[in-house]
Each structure stands twice: as C-alpha cells, then as structure tokens.
C-alpha cells in the first residue's frame, strides 16, 4: 500500500504525545521520513500552536495542546486530545 490514512503531520503528533523526549532522529524513523523532514514538521506544529518545545540541557522537551481544535474543515469540532486518546494507546 503507497498511502496512509494518516498525515505525516498527524504521525508526527502522536510520537511526541507517546514520548515528549522524543529526540527529531526518532520520530523520522517511526514515521518513515526524515530527520530533516521531522525537524520542519514539529517546527509547523509548534508555529500552529499544537505543540510547545522546552529546551532541557541538549536535549528537547514537548508538549502537547490538547485542547485545541483540529484543523481539517470536516473535524473541526473535535480536538486533539480526542484524536490522540485513539492513536496514542500503548
């Protein structure tokens, strides 16, 4: 299968809600992108305000809002915390 139901931004989403000391080189494995990629994706996501970076030491530390909205027209009403609690369960 070439396609997936979710976005890579989405993908990005529940690795830092899985584990916010996540480090960028992670994420890109565990979605299938890269490094590179990731480090453009989570700079979106906080720029949008769904996630927050803290540095600590060298290392960063996310967070995720997940009281804000999703922004797809047909899920508008649903928030990120409601996507997360389904795609986030270990």
Known sequence: MQWTFLTNHAQVLVCIASD??????????????TERAAHRIVGELVD??????????????????????????????QKVGDLLEILARP
Request: glycine share 10%.
């Open 20 to 33: 916010p000391d996540i480090r960028l080189r992670e994420i890109g494995d565990a979605v299938g992108i």
């Open 48 to 77: 949008a305000g769904y996630v927050s970076r803290e540095r600590n030491g060298r290392r960063n530390r996310y967070e995720v809002h997940s009281r804000r909205t999703l922004p797809d027209p047909l899920a508008r009403s």
